[in-house]
């Protein structure tokens, strides 16, 4: 066995228990720097991943791969943890108990979350997303003085419970029909039996799976009730680690293992794009509560994200990924502002963001450009992203899929413009000035430079992305 396949997994579990026995040794008053220490070590890890990056081993006879598209994706959920553990300073100091543990549970979710992006059969599969979900569902619930955060924890674990029985029974389809679990094996197999009832019904329950995972309609109706009620820093990760998590499992499974792009499976990824587009960006208009319109929008890019997988094309994948990599940043930002403006004793209500501009000029500045490349808006990365998905669908044909799409990101315009408006134009009722930690202007100055560094420069960003895609679409 090859364990320099599963270096990264290795050190970050190691991290996940470190800063779990950590917190049990450190007397009550000093634990202040688990934190620290914890962004400190997601960080070195990231680091690790370019000064030792692997991408061409296998664990346990090509079950577990190590590979250029894991490795990307392995390098996006590591900065997501950086970026969330740096964000979550703040909230950690409010926990007069388990302090660490919090640290330690988005260790272990990272862990998952990298197994699925390597995971090439279906029980390691299935390990990693069970890895990965089981404590956000903690994570979710964290703030025990909140209500709103106790229910989404019950409605995360009830309904992540249901969608993960349906993708196990779907996978046991697969298996009866099949005789595999290996990803190669079953590609094969399926050759014979692409027309079988079990491979149809097995197939369609796994991505109703996943479409769970990354938030598509109509298996979207936990998002909005998890977003408002799970802490800041935990509905980024749900934002942007468990999303781009599921994406990676999608991407894996619609290339290696079932056939894509054949029989019924553009319909059911075209039709659950179409959906996610159109009634994201439709509920997101009416929204009230800056964390609800976030959800309803991560809902609509997932449907815009989706796209690549329509198009199913080595330049579809590589607009995926570039999507997903300016999709996290802008989000980041976005709830870090959030996080930021909620220590200083804000809500989440859109109506609390009035006159921002002058209250803390620097996070104004910096949602303003978050929201403008979600938007699509140039010169912001999400135009470039958008530009190229659109592109991408129409050169393959599909001229009214990337107008609707065009359609649907003109009509999103509208609510994010509208919270510019509330942050810029309207005057607020307290004009005090607000204090934003050091670690949230870190994480707000990173997200945007690199939102308009993706957007004035995409040329390194898709290079390299078009090298994955090129790597694994055949």
Same mark, same amino acid.
């Given at each position: 066995?090859?364990?320099?396949?599963?270096?990264?997994? &290795?050190?970050?579990?190691?991290? %996940?228990?470190?800063?779990?026995?950590?917190?049990?040794?450190?007397?009550?008053?000093?634990?202040?720097?688990?934190?620290?220490?914890?962004?400190? $070590?997601?960080?070195?890890?990231? $680091?690790?991943?370019?000064?030792?990056? !692997?991408?061409?081993?296998?664990?346990?006879?090509? +079950?577990?791969?190590?590979?250029?598209?894991?490795?990307?994706?392995?390098?996006?959920?590591?900065?997501?943890?950086? +970026?969330?553990?740096?964000?979550?300073?703040?909230? /950690?100091?409010?926990?007069?108990?388990?302090?660490?543990?919090?640290?330690?549970?988005?260790?272990?979710?990272?862990?998952?979350?990298?197994?699925?992006?390597?995971?090439?059969?279906?029980?390691?599969?299935?390990?990693?997303?069970?890895?990965?979900?089981? @404590?956000?569902?903690?994570?979710? *619930?964290?703030?025990?003085? #909140?209500?709103?955060?106790?229910?989404?924890?019950?409605?995360?674990?009830?309904?992540?419970?249901?969608?993960? *029985?349906?993708?196990?029974?779907?996978?046991?389809?697969?298996? !009866?029909?099949?005789?595999?679990?290996?990803?190669?094996?079953?590609?094969?197999?399926?050759?014979?039996?692409?027309?079988?009832?079990?491979?149809?019904?097995?197939?369609?329950?796994?991505?109703?799976?996943?479409?769970?995972?990354?938030?598509?309609?109509?298996?979207?109706?936990?998002?909005?009730?998890?977003?408002?009620?799970?802490?800041?820093?935990? %509905? *980024?990760?749900?934002?942007?680690?468990?999303?781009? =998590?599921?994406?990676?499992?999608?991407?894996?499974?619609?290339?290696? =293992?079932? @056939? $894509?792009?054949?029989?019924?499976?553009?319909?059911?990824?075209?039709?659950?794009?179409?959906?996610?587009?159109?009634?994201?960006?439709?509920?997101?208009?009416?929204?009230?509560?800056?964390?609800?319109?976030?959800?309803?929008?991560?809902?609509?890019?997932?449907?815009?994200? &989706?796209?690549?997988?329509?198009? =199913? #094309?080595? $330049?579809?994948?590589?607009?995926?990924?570039?999507?997903?990599?300016?999709?996290?940043?802008?989000?980041? !930002?976005?709830?870090?502002?959030?996080?930021?403006?909620?220590?200083?004793?804000?809500?989440?209500?859109?109506?609390?963001?009035?006159?921002?501009?002058?209250?803390?000029?620097?996070?104004?500045?910096?949602?303003?450009?978050?929201?403008?490349?979600?938007? !699509?808006?140039?010169?912001? %990365?999400?135009?470039?992203?958008?530009?190229?998905?659109?592109?991408?669908?129409?050169?393959?044909?599909?001229?009214? &899929?990337?107008?609707? *799409?065009?359609?649907?990101?003109?009509?999103?315009?509208?609510?994010?413009? #509208?919270?510019?408006?509330?942050?810029?134009?309207?005057? /607020?009722?307290?004009?005090?000035?607000?204090?934003?930690?050091?670690?949230?202007?870190?994480?707000?100055?990173?997200?945007?430079?690199?939102?308009?560094?993706?957007?004035?420069? @995409?040329?390194?960003?898709?290079?390299?992305?078009? %090298?994955?895609?090129?790597?694994?679409?055949?």
């Amino acid at each position: 066995m090859d364990f320099s396949a599963i270096r990264l997994e &290795l050190v970050a579990a190691l991290i %996940a228990l470190g800063l779990l026995v950590f917190g049990l040794l450190t007397p009550r008053g000093k634990r202040e720097v688990i934190g620290y220490i914890a962004a400190a $070590a997601f960080l070195g890890l990231l $680091a690790l991943s370019f000064l030792a990056p !692997g991408g061409g081993g296998s664990f346990q006879g090509g +079950l577990y791969l190590d590979d250029p598209l894991s490795l990307f994706f392995k390098r996006l959920f590591i900065t997501a943890a950086f +970026l969330v553990s740096l964000m979550s300073l703040r909230f /950690a100091k409010s926990l007069e108990e388990s302090r660490s543990e919090f640290f330690s549970l988005l260790g272990f979710s990272l862990v998952g979350m990298m197994m699925l992006a390597s995971a090439n059969d279906f029980v390691s599969l299935y390990i990693g997303l069970e890895l990965m979900s089981l @404590p956000l569902v903690i994570l979710t *619930a964290y703030d025990r003085t #909140s209500g709103k955060s106790t229910e989404a924890g019950t409605k995360y674990i009830l309904l992540s419970a249901i969608s993960s *029985a349906v993708l196990l029974f779907g996978l046991s389809l697969l298996f !009866g029909a099949t005789g595999s679990f290996s990803y190669s094996d079953t590609l094969k197999a399926l050759g014979s039996v692409a027309d079988d009832p079990l491979v149809v019904i097995g197939s369609i329950m796994v991505v109703a799976g996943f479409a769970f995972k990354i938030s598509a309609v109509p298996f979207h109706m936990w998002s909005p009730d998890i977003y408002e009620g799970a802490p800041a820093p935990v %509905a *980024a990760f749900l934002a942007v680690g468990s999303k781009a =998590a599921g994406f990676a499992a999608l991407i894996r499974l619609l290339l290696f =293992a079932l @056939p $894509a792009s054949s029989g019924d499976f553009p319909l059911l990824i075209l039709s659950l794009s179409v959906l996610s587009m159109v009634v994201g960006n439709l509920i997101a208009l009416p929204q009230t509560n800056m964390k609800r319109l976030l959800a309803y929008s991560s809902i609509a890019h997932a449907g815009y994200i &989706l796209l690549g997988l329509v198009a =199913a #094309s080595t $330049a579809g994948v590589a607009a995926m990924l570039y999507y997903l990599v300016l999709y996290l940043f802008a989000n980041v !930002g976005i709830f870090a502002a959030l996080s930021a403006f909620g220590e200083a004793g804000g809500s989440s209500e859109i109506s609390s963001l009035k006159g921002m501009w002058k209250r803390s000029p620097f996070m104004a500045a910096s949602l303003l450009v978050c929201l403008l490349s979600l938007a !699509g808006i140039p010169p912001a %990365a999400g135009f470039i992203g958008k530009f190229y998905l659109l592109a991408e669908v129409a050169r393959q044909g599909k001229l009214w &899929l990337a107008a609707l *799409a065009l359609v649907m990101s003109v009509v999103s315009i509208s609510y994010y413009i #509208s919270v510019i408006r509330v942050i810029v134009m309207e005057k /607020a009722e307290d004009e005090s000035r607000i204090r934003v930690s050091l670690a949230n202007k870190a994480i707000l100055a990173v997200s945007v430079l690199v939102t308009l560094g993706m957007g004035v420069f @995409p040329a390194p960003i898709t290079e390299w992305t078009r %090298a994955i895609a090129g790597s694994i679409v055949r």
